[in-house]
Every structure is written in C-alpha cells, then in structure tokens.
C-alpha cells in the first residue's frame, strides 16, 4: 500500500504486514532481509505505540499485531 509506505516507511511498513501471523525476531530478520538489531529497533518503536504484543515460547520471543495495529492495517485497507 503507498500510503502505508510514504507513512512508515518500507522496513516498518513491511514489518507491520509481516506480524499479522506471530512471528520471530530471527524469522522477521531472514523474511524482511534485515539485521536483528534493525528488526528490534522497529519492534521497540512499534511497542511503545501499542501496535503489537509479545509472546515467549521457549527461548524465543514472538511478536503479533495487536488490536490497534490490526486496524490501522484495515484502516488502510490490508488483508488479515
């Protein structure tokens, strides 16, 4: 979505399509070809916005849209 994209940027933007499923900092890293530290600095951003939520399992943390981000997503009207 270009709007989506002027709005957040590429990184974040791809970052917000990616976490409609639970998904890994080291998955997010390899799908969106970018650093953990890259990808954690947006998940922090993301969190204080109250965008998305945390889970661990195990040794890893997993990261979801939460309901705000959900509907900023279908505010601009991606699909879930």
Known sequence: NDVML???GKNRANLLY???????TK????KLNLTSGAISQQLNLLKEANLITSERRGR??????NEKG???LHLFNVSQ
Do not use: D, N
């Open 18 to 24: 990616a976490l409609i499923q639970p998904t890994s």
């Open 6 to 8: 002027k709005l957040f």
């Open 27 to 30: 998955h997010l890293a390899l």
């Open 60 to 65: 890893s943390v997993y990261y979801l849209l």
């Open 70 to 72: 959900k509907q900023l």
